[in-house]
């Protein structure tokens, strides 16, 4: 298999400590049900015309219950509330937000997951030892604003990119890659699945893979290509996303991983001290055609 000649062993080791700790991961068929339908075509950037080949919603169930009840989960979403949708408009954070985002950090580094990433940045020496110092590198890391949009104020941070969404000019869509944010859009009819993409016919995902590349419109804009993580917990995607953010320091920094069954890529790009996007990109999963 041609594409293993790259995969990262180290990275692939401490992200397959993070997998096992994940207790927080909900599973397939069981906590929610996706329902993949038709294959998407092709739409050109900037292009929002998208033809529908998934009549119904991606999500079809979701235990929201249990997501509520599940802190990391309660806070996370209590966070996706809070940014504007378009870039180029300043931000304004509340001291309620300030505060939201305090206790969502405090309850991801109670977890496992962040432990185990903790540690590893230590050995690393890319991370401070200190649990408050490792907190600040982190709110720095995800929720420090900055200017994206050249005209306007700090309009952006990475967390409000990669989880919550953005929208350049009105003309397209940016960041988004997060399936509780995917899930609380669609049912409020702002977000349409238009259906899954994949590389040639081997790679038809299936409704159990935890990573899907896919389609879709949100709030009228099309996205032609997204990815995201289905049923990972928030801290399990923060703690990827940051060891891979802290591994270099170029502007961009992607490494292919070999993740429980899935051969994927993890692509970070770096904003100055913050992180700019991240995203994960299926490549293969074994249960098919490994």
């Known amino acids: 298999m041609a594409r293993s000649q790259g995969v990262n062993q180290e990275l692939s080791e401490v992200l397959n400590q993070l997998w096992s700790r994940d207790t927080n991961r909900l599973k397939p068929g069981t906590d929610y049900t996706i ?21 119904a919603p991606l999500f079809a169930y979701v235990n929201e219950g249990k997501l509520k009840s599940i802190k990391t989960y309660a806070l996370f979403m209590r966070l996706l509330d809070n940014y504007e949708m378009s870039t ?18 405090n309850a991801i580094l109670e977890t496992e997951v962040m432990k185990c990433a903790h540690r590893y940045l230590v050995s690393k020496g ?14 720095d890391i995800w929720f420090r604003l900055y200017h994206r949009d050249q005209s306007g104020g700090e309009d952006s941070c990475g967390f409000e990119h990669v989880f919550v969404g953005e929208t350049k000019y009105g003309k397209e869509i940016t960041g988004f890659h997060n399936w509780v944010q ?11 699945y238009k259906g899954y993409k994949s590389q040639g016919n081997k790679n038809t995902p299936d409704e159990d893979d935890h990573i899907l590349n896919l389609q879709f419109s949100w709030k009228g804009l ?6 995201s993580f289905i049923g990972v917990s928030p801290e399990f995607e923060v703690a990827l996303f940051t060891i891979l953010f802290l591994a270099s320091t170029e502007k961009v920094t992607t490494a292919v991983v070999k993740v429980d069954e899935y051969l994927l890529e993890v692509v970070v790009y770096r ?6 996007t991240s995203y994960p990109k299926l490549l293969s999963s074994n249960n098919r055609d490994l």
């Open 35 to 55: 329902s993949l339908q038709g294959k998407a075509g092709y739409v050109a950037q900037h292009n929002n015309y998208a033809r529908d080949m998934a009549k």
């Open 88 to 105: 180029g408009v300043s931000e304004t954070v509340t001291s309620e937000e300030l505060m939201e985002n305090d206790l969502f950090l």
């Open 126 to 139: 890319q991370s401070p030892l200190d649990q408050q110092q490792f907190k600040k590198q982190l709110y």
């Open 182 to 192: 995917f899930y609380l859009q669609e049912k409020q009819n702002n977000v349409d």
């Open 222 to 227: 099309v996205k032609p290509v997204g990815s």
């Open 271 to 276: 904003h100055g001290r913050s992180i700019g």
